[in-house]
């Protein structure tokens, strides 16, 4: 849950972090994320923070060229913390990105359709905080990075923001059980494990560490009908996997892992 204050412990460590190790947060603009290679940068910690983890596969240039394109330009740019090195002339190490949880207003669009009407509850949530959670999408410090508090930079700097939109709760991605490292990180605030799960299958392993978060970013790609809202009638079906493709998921062995989401 979404505290009233900023827990003390954040704050603290915040302070010994910029003092310390000269790590300080970084907001950006609208100019740093299309022009000046910042959402090609972010993607690249998100590579090397996830590849540890097991089946996940680290996104090709051209993938994160597509993801800055078609995600940042709709994102809350208050929402998303970045955390840099200042003695590494100003190394990204850490990323914060984080949304107005869409859940609420794609159960109001009649059948999962954002036409006629279904654009307007998704608006409402994306642009005017009309929600009362924040999906934390995609969350990741650099491994030689992570027991230096920087993780504590970014709680302190987001907090303000949920309270400011009127946020009461926010939802972790997939974690697993055994990540005792992410899992602690949770200890200063209210938590509540409301979900646990388990995943078979090769396929369905793979991209398990960001599974929740791509997935929510994907379903900002519908939100570019908004764009074209004067040029577009109908939305653009998904495309669907071919017969060969499922053929060859169904064929792969079976292995299970448990996995908890906060």
């Known amino acids: 849950f979404v505290p009233d204050e900023i827990p003390d412990k954040y704050t603290k460590v915040a302070c010994m972090v910029e003092q310390r190790y000269n790590l300080h947060v970084k907001k950006l603009t609208r100019r740093e994320v299309l022009r ?3 959402g090609q940068k972010i993607f690249e910690v998100i590579n090397e923070t996830f590849k540890d983890l097991y089946g996940y596969s680290q996104l090709t240039p051209r993938q994160i060229d597509q993801y800055v394109d078609m995600y940042l330009p709709m994102a809350d740019l208050n929402l998303i913390t970045l955390v840099e090195d200042w003695n590494a002339d100003r190394k990204l190490v850490g990323v914060g990105i984080t ?9 109001k669009c009649r059948d999962g359709r954002l036409w006629p009407f279904g654009w307007w509850h998704v608006l409402r949530a994306l642009k005017f905080h009309k929600t ?13 990075y992570r027991m230096k508090g920087a993780n504590a930079l970014m709680f302190a700097d987001l907090i303000p923001w949920y309270r400011k939109y009127g946020f009461k709760w926010g939802e972790s991605q997939v974690e697993m059980e055994t990540n005792e490292n992410v899992q602690s990180q949770w200890q200063y605030l209210d938590k509540v494990q409301h979900k646990e799960g388990i995943v078979r299958g090769l396929g369905a392993l793979r991209g398990l560490g960001v599974l ?20 577009r009638k109908q939305p ?7 017969q060969s493709s499922q053929s060859s998921q169904l064929s792969q062995p079976s292995h299970q892992l448990s996995f908890s989401i906060k």
């Open 36 to 38: 000046e290679g910042y």
């Open 99 to 107: 949304i107005p949880s869409l859940s609420r207003a794609f159960q």
């Open 132 to 144: 009362e959670g924040v999906d934390l999408l995609l969350m990741g410090v650099l491994p030689e």
């Open 212 to 231: 929740r978060g791509l997935g929510a970013l994907r379903a900002l790609r519908d939100l570019g009908a908004l764009k074209q809202i004067e040029r």
């Open 236 to 242: 653009s079906q998904p495309s669907q996997p071919s």
